[in-house]
């Protein structure tokens, strides 16, 4: 049986001399890919299909001052149940942003299948002068399903 998985991904965006920069530290499952389209913009993959249930993730963006980013997913989160425990999935995400700095989020949706549970936090901090855009879709249940629970803050 599986147990579930802690891991923690870090992103950091920094401008210096008109060029921007991408540093992160991924902990699988919870990974970070450029997409060919610039130095602004990253796609989120869970890599392991999940969360399921148990599974506790985090991502933590830091833009800079001036810096942009836009970031996405590669597809929709699908979550599951656990096979070994009856808790919920976590994913939390913390978005830092900088003087002058902007942001985008806008991941595909997160889908919480039947008998899974998922507890999400977004947590957005702007400075001054800094902005944010976001966009959280979360629905419950595939075709077919009732869905599982969701609770967000």
Known sequence: ??????????????RAAGRQALRWAH??????????????????????GGPLGGDDLALSVEVGPQARLTVRS?????????AATDAPARWTVELQVAAGGRVHWAPEPT???????????????????????????????RHGQRGGRYGGA
């Open 74 to 82: 590669a597809g929709a989160t699908l979550v599951q149940p656990g």
């Open 111 to 141: 889908v919480v299948s039947d008998r899974a549970a998922l507890e999400s936090v977004l947590r957005v901090s702007l400075a001054a002068g800094a902005a944010a855009t976001v966009r959280e879709i979360v629905v419950l249940g």
């Open 1 to 14: 049986m599986r147990a579930g998985i802690r891991a923690a991904t870090r992103l950091t965006v920094e």
């Open 27 to 48: 902990d699988w499952p919870v990974v970070l890919r450029p997409t060919g389209t610039g130095d602004e913009h990253v796609h989120l993959v869970h890599a392991a």
